[in-house]
């Protein structure tokens, strides 16, 4: 590798970090039966170490693709989504990956594009347009990016049925951009790069919200919210058997499924626009007494009772 590939991999690490790490949220580190490996599947730099049961990202792997953030079925893996809607929304729907050809707003590579962001959008701005480059000799993302763009889309129309997304190679057309708008955008983008790399504020501060949804489910929850189609929500439901053990609520990753005391009974209640389908209260059930289910928006309004009873151990 020469000094202008080390310079080119320095500035990529300065301006596109691995994504941030929520172990709250990994199924890993909730010991989740049957564990999880989605991140490390999807990784095509091998940069992906869950040897000591919690996600670990080698920066001088990790060429900040976004495929991981696709596939993790907790959130625990994450970009900021800021400037990648930012970048949508200037681009009218359309968006480009940094070695497709033509013009347009462009993000490093379209595998950090989410469901939510696309179901959002979508919802917003209407028919979008996503386009790549040569995917099968790209360092970024690799020959992998189209097809998991399409399960991506797949998931987002869940959220947002009438979705309409085109994934094409061709270049983007449009006016190529004056040197005005150049620096324009060059020192947006500076902004924006500097605003992505600053660290986290401490937790103690509070800034926010208690329980509050990450970031890709408020984004479905919106798209939800303006779909005139039969919105299909992954959620869980609880047949006859259940004991009113603790194991759903400890493993579920987001926070949906929540046990509370009601006098003598003790009941179990759903979240739904916090749950992510991922399985894990079903693969860790002990008496194996729960099922995936869809609902529509509705489910959205409040958190629903999936099972009430007074406990025999009680």
């Known amino acids: 590798m020469g000094i202008l590939d080390n310079l080119i991999g320095a ?178 983008g500076t902004k924006r790069i500097a605003a992505e790399v600053l660290p986290d504020p401490p937790k103690e501060l509070n800034l926010e919200e208690e329980n509050a949804l990450p970031a890709e489910l408020r984004l479905r929850r919106a798209a939800a919210v303006r779909s005139r189609g039969e919105v299909r929500w992954p959620a869980v439901k609880i047949l006859q058997g259940c004991t009113l053990c603790p194991v759903c609520t400890n493993v579920c990753p987001t926070g949906a499924v929540r046990r509370q005391r009601d006098g003598d009974e003790f009941v179990v209640e759903l979240e739904a626009a916090a749950c992510t389908g991922c399985g894990a209260c079903l693969a860790s059930c002990p008496p194996q007494v729960m099922e995936l289910v869809e609902l529509g928006l509705e489910a959205l309004a409040e958190p629903l009772e999936l099972y009430r009873g007074e406990p025999e151990w009680s």
């Open 11 to 188: 500035f990529l690490k300065l301006t596109d970090p691995a994504p941030n790490y929520s172990g709250n949220r990994c199924l890993l580190e909730k010991y989740a039966v049957g564990g999880c490996d989605e991140c490390l599947q999807a990784c095509p730099h091998e940069a992906v170490d869950l040897s000591h049961f919690r996600v670990e990202i080698d920066d001088t792997r990790c060429s900040g693709c976004g495929l991981c953030t696709q596939v993790c079925p907790g959130v625990a893996l994450e970009f900021p989504l800021g400037p990648l809607q930012e970048a949508i929304d200037k681009g009218r729907g359309q968006i480009k990956c940094s070695r497709s050809e033509g013009y347009g707003q462009e993000v490093l590579c379209l595998g950090r594009l989410t469901p939510g962001l696309l179901a959002e959008a979508g919802s917003r701005l209407g028919p979008l347009t996503l386009a790549h480059g040569d995917c099968e000799n790209c360092k970024i993302g690799g020959a992998g990016v189209p097809q998991a763009l399409q399960g991506v889309i797949a998931e987002a129309r869940r959220y947002y049925p009438e979705l309409q997304v085109e994934l094409t190679s061709e270049a983007l057309q449009g006016a190529p951009v004056g040197r005005r708008e150049l620096f324009e955008q060059l020192f947006g």
